[in-house]
């Protein structure tokens, strides 16, 4: 049997095919075909020899873009795998991105802390393509060599991001940089009303330990935002590595959970807890703090006079992608005009612009 070499776009001769895909003199797909698998449409013939689609190397059955009504298509069906916080994304957005760029499939997974993140990621039973999570995390995993780097320039919207300077003073600008999303702080919401409090009270995150509140404390159920105002209310930096002054902070932690000062450990149910007045304090992010704002007009909000925690939630490519350039699409997508506001409203990230909105009857 003759077994010419025929481009799979064109289904020219190798001589002289004009539209290469790859962009070489040789044929597209380089693969043998016996002639019967041009001139027959018997799918059963198709199925019998398992013959592949010479574009992405699909079986004939899964074909969905077929080019001449035979068994070849452009690649379809492809998965890509997404990580990211809960409550952190649209779902009219991935709907957008899949309806944008047919033959995509977006598997959305959430979790709720970067520890969680990092153990789901490194157990490698999913191959996710791309990942969102907090720098300090993102840091870890380019150390230790998980990160891919990225083609800034297949990405034309990320060039419309201001705010990558700033992530550029907390971590190193490569060509593994991640992309900034959202941009958060640490800080207190408390109800007004529910134990009415003084300014000076929630002016200082000691009010986490005054057992005046008990039973009455919302905690971050995350390590790092647990501890950061253990640490600053002993005087030491939230970024302290030193091994006894960490200890200090799990001693103050351990202590108020044994003296029942707090309710209950939380993350994406504090909105939740606080817009019910569950509690009189929570420690928590900014956004989850507007979003209990914007429906309960009893509460409020403080950023301690000691400081805080600012960080930048950023996606990134992890070693386990299988198809880069997909994720390549999926980000600039994010970095849209119209997608990049629609996710800031529905986050309500920028509290600053919630309460000036509110204070100006908006």
Known sequence: MHFPRFCSFCRSAHSS??????????????????????????????????????????????????????????????????????????????????????????????????????????????????????????????????????????????KKIWIQRSLICLLPMTRITPIPFHIFTGLLAFSTTKQPLMPKTVSSWNCLWDPTYEDEIIMENSVRDTFAPALISKGYSLNDTDENHLREALDILKSKKDDKIVYAYYVDETADAMIGEEASIALCYSGEAALAMAENDNLDYSVPTEGSNLWIDSWFIPKSCTNQTNALKFLNFLCKDDIAEKEFRICAVCLSDYICGRKSGR
Request: net charge negative; proline share 3%; hydrophobic share 25%.
């Open 17 to 158: 095919c004009r539209k290469c895909l790859s962009g070489e003199e040789a044929c597209c797909s380089q693969i043998n075909f016996p002639l019967e698998f041009y001139s027959s449409r018997k799918e059963s013939y198709y199925e019998k020899k398992n013959f592949l689609c010479p574009l992405n190397f699909c079986s004939g059955s899964q074909c969905t873009h077929c080019l001449w009504g035979i068994f070849l298509c452009e690649k379809s069906g492809q998965t890509l795998t997404v990580l990211n916080y809960g409550k952190y994304i649209d779902e009219s957005v991935v709907k957008q991105f899949e309806k944008k760029k047919p033959g995509i499939t977006v598997k959305y997974e959430e979790y709720e802390s970067p520890e969680e993140m990092y153990t789901k990621y490194k157990a490698g039973s999913i191959n996710y393509d791309v990942i969102c999570s907090s720098e300090y995390m993102v840091e870890r995993l380019i150390n230790e060599g998980e990160v891919l780097e990225e083609d800034y320039d297949a990405m034309d919207n990320y």
